[in-house]
């Protein structure tokens, strides 16, 4: 029996392998960053704007500052949910996503040399198939960096603020088995899942485990984690690849 | 001097002519409809979604309902605009809108061959160039018509709920010329501008007439009327190209 | 058979006639403008209220902003309804009325002969039976017009910013005959209805038509709005009488 | 010096005298009570709305409810206050006041015998000058019995909820000297003042007294609540022209 | 049979005695003031915070201010209560008491004295047994007292702007018997309760009484009046021990 | 040099040590379950309240719920937070640990063992000096074992659904040294911090590393690991002593 056979892979995925990572740069017209990102079924549209102003707890340091939001489209998901904006709230998940992203890429910029301006990256889930977080945040360094490069272009940078890269993968558990870069259906059937987000220089900036049913041991985690080192390393050549476009 | 050369449209296109029409069906994969629609730079993502039940005031009839949602991706347009779901409210605009392309939705549905149950028609602008409103319900139409195909090919119906085909388009007036189909710099420059809803059988649905700057006559409304008759002709046709494909 | 025979109009009235006007001024004592107006059994309150500030938008223009807000009493209704401040929101058929009644002033005025000052336009149902929104134009121009006078009294203006008058009915077809002025029960049973706002210069200022049931011609929308410029003449001079009292 | 001299009273009213008290019937037309009070210029429309259903908390007990709700019009008062639907929340003041006058309410009503339907009172301030909350109360028991009669006369109701008659007013103290009804300037300057509700059998129902500046002693609390017993008959007495008529 | 046995008073308390005070400066670490007080089985935790910024309506007076926030935890009471936060808004009965704390606070505060900067008064009621809005006041004074020593102490004040003392008590007629200081059962039980709020120097500051049931007597109100002011006395007392510890 | 001179800790506290841990049952009275737990100068008040439903998507399962909820007193930080439920929502900070502490002790329970009830855990922060959400876990789960001995006793229960127990800790690198529950001066220094929830049993139920300034490497997070694990078994040791009493 193959890992393959235990698993809910689609399509002759192996455990260990990312679904076809797609990354399509300006995608939209108007940002100074536009980002399709694709991890197979699963397609996150992510924004940077530029904007020349910081917010309070920031006026006057001259630092700027990197946020984000995140959305999915009410349809991007098996069955209908509900429009935040009609509901009148982002849900505990959402702003857990959006802190997330905004935290990992913030990790990433010498908020110094980004002089008192803002980028705000947008990640709106188009389809979702699983590891929306994760393709938002691979998928917004990309449009980061566009932005950057759009501001060095208008010279109104003459040095890149951009330290390093920065990716994320979600890993888990499912019968016993170790899988990188989950689909929905064996996210919601994992015991444990695992989101990583790590630099190109090989730090962690983000990991958050989460066991579902039993509990995890070490030895689980650190096979997660040589999964999702491996991962991440493909998704920073596909980054790469991208730029160099 | 040609209309052209007194308007602001782009790439010499006439001031009697629609901007180039996309109309994609199956853009995303759960929603029993998703069309993105393109009315040149326009883009909006419309989706039909089927649930088996109805809003309170409905339960209970044996009748269907058909409601629409509107939104905007926060960089769909020039400079990026706040969340809505942040914000945790709907514009007055964003409600105007979504309550429009219902109506407009509704008119051409027998609800009482519908069953109860509703078709949710949501309308995400993923980039704004004018004329989201009109395409969000050209496109919804051609959504709405693909899950409805679905609900017959599931036989959850038997016979179609839809009586006729609906679409809309913009005129305005920019220095005395009458236009079609407005760009975003001609929809904020023109002194009047009307959203004009009709069906296949050349009816009127919904008429908004607005005059920005001087007040407008019978006699250029007239005008604005026979244009966008022309103009919903094509989309018409369009939408029967689409859905024949 | 008469027109009448086959509506739903009150006491013989005929299906080109409004409902009885009347414009009451300086109905309530704080505000620099406050007219009731009732068009029959409507009643709305409308008071404008001069503020020496503009909304961020317009600060530093040199030009001054003119606004509206729309409510209705929870009992102006035949049946209560919940009140909107209780709720936490306004519905979108609140804010589309108020941004009409907003946009339908401004046509009206000269906005850089106003100086960077506020007019706001509260119009407040007290009693409903159709017609509320146009009743609000029609009362909100007198009131507005109270305010400008007091402004020249005060010697905070020395020439009139309002350049021309503008009033507002609402047209629509029952049973195939053209109707003037809605009350609330052939609102209801109508199948198209218009809501038609024009200056006194005859220009269209607004125009918003909605086919309830079945699609309506042109030929229809010409009659209704022969009708609506017959009415919205009598609404003038209902205004200029009141205003030279 | 006469009472008059050291206080802010209007055209010469004495300390001990109420405003000129209006009570109006049948104000709008589609609630089942509908009462403009005055109390000099101060208006209230008070509306008890009659409907066949209780809250989750009673339902089931064979009991009804009587229950309150306040608003201000934003131009009621001398300078335009923001709209609280706009606002999308009640303050802190509102609350308090519509609290008072549904507990007010309450109190005169044999909750068992109404049977399990709820009166609904929305005291909306049309112009305030001082006072409010005590007009809101004595109308409101006006709109609550016509209420009761029309329950009555539609065979609804075959014997009276209503236990007893109650009415409120406010008292103060103004440089030493106990004033009854208070306008506004006078609530604005007093020391002390106490809104009182009081039943027709002579009981208090409610008691609020306030300290602005120096606390009162037990002494000025007697005299004043002398002087609301004596206001208090008096409009109980208006209250009971007003039903005979 | 004594007034004890009419009663509900847990082990065998006096209709006219108080629960045992306690009142725990310093509980917790940060605060410029904190005070546990508690009144039998009711503890609320008071902290008074400085912060050296006034509310926009008193910028540029050079006065300060002094204001109170009243919360619950949600287990504080016999069955949870659902969380404010998490419902997003403050109940109407919450605000009444936060406003009824922050105006008796103020009534013993020379403003001009205090400078501009603003003490805020949290007082979170741990566990609820009856009593929580006059237990809060009572000890509110004591951590606002210790605000002002530390304002003293840091230089930042020369001289105190407290005026007098304040405290505050509840007090009821159950089964015709005039009882002090209620506890839950007895709250619920009563016909009529009152909280009363007095200066050192005698004076009445706040008075809210309300007749859940029948109204209530002058007599029967002075008998309260008279039970309060030797509540107050001791309370007084209780906070000038803890202070002068 | 020693660990501890590397620091901030308090007290020559070494690198590898708790703070103090202090474990209070019993705290309030009317809770199924009432822990005061410290962690030095942290102190957070967890409450378990059973209540017989559960949430819309358990009914009908069979199966209960744990859910739990967190809030902060406005003044249990160093300068005053604004209270949430005045401010109308909960930050994301607040839901994410809230969510946190929700599936850290449902991990740890089996839901079909507990019935149709639900246990809720309110955390409220009455002390804060960092690892409020750690403390919280760990108290929490000795309130909610006070509730499930509750209902055992009660004879609702008749076997304990409690699988394990859970608690957890925060571990960090300040200066390259790895320190044990971080205090809030830590917290705010250390480039890397962590926190992680682990069983009895000896598996991680929830890993949250976050990397503040530069990114962390495997061996770092081995040797915050090998922390953690010590620290845990001691509050887990704690626990036992408390339950034990």
């Known amino acids: 029996m193959t890992a393959n056979e235990t698993t809910l892979r689609s399509e002759g995925r192996a455990a260990n392998a990312l679904r076809p990572v797609k990354i399509t740069r300006h995608y939209t017209r108007h940002a100074e960053g536009s980002v399709l990102i694709e991890f197979g079924g699963t397609k996150v549209l ?18 700027g500052w990197v946020t984000a939001e995140y959305g999915m489209l009410p349809r991007a ?32 910029f010498d908020l110094s040399l980004l002089g008192e301006r803002t980028i705000s990256l947008d990640c709106d889930v188009i389809q979702a198939d699983g590891g929306t977080r994760t393709a938002a945040i ?37 019968n016993g088995v170790p899988l ?21 220089a090989g730090g ?4 958050q485990g989460t066991a579902e049913g039993a509990a995890f041991t070490r ?12 991962g991440i390393g493909e998704l920073l050549a596909a980054q790469k690849a991208a730029l160099g476009a």
Chains 1, 2, 3, 4, 5, 6 share one sequence.
């Open 204 to 207: 962690f900036v983000e990991l």
């Open 46 to 63: 992510c924004t940077a704007s530029v904007e020349e102003k910081v917010p309070p707890f920031r006026r006057g340091s001259g630092e």
């Open 180 to 200: 990188l870069d989950l689909e929905y259906t064996e996210d919601s059937a994992c015991d444990t899942d695992m989101n990583v987000v790590m630099t190109a």
């Open 77 to 108: 998901t098996h069955t209908r949910s509900d429009r935040e904006a009609a509901k009148g709230k982002q849900s505990g998940r959402t702003q857990e996503i959006q802190r997330l992203i905004g935290r990992s890429l913030r990790c990433v």
């Open 219 to 230: 030895k689980e985690m650190n096979d997660l984690l040589d999964l999702a080192e491996k």
């Open 138 to 174: 691979t998928g917004a360094y990309v449009a980061a960096h566009d932005a950057v490069s759009w501001l060095l272009a208008q010279g109104k940078l003459t040095r890149s603020p951009i330290k390093d890269a920065v990716a994320a993968i979600s890993v888990g558990i499912f």
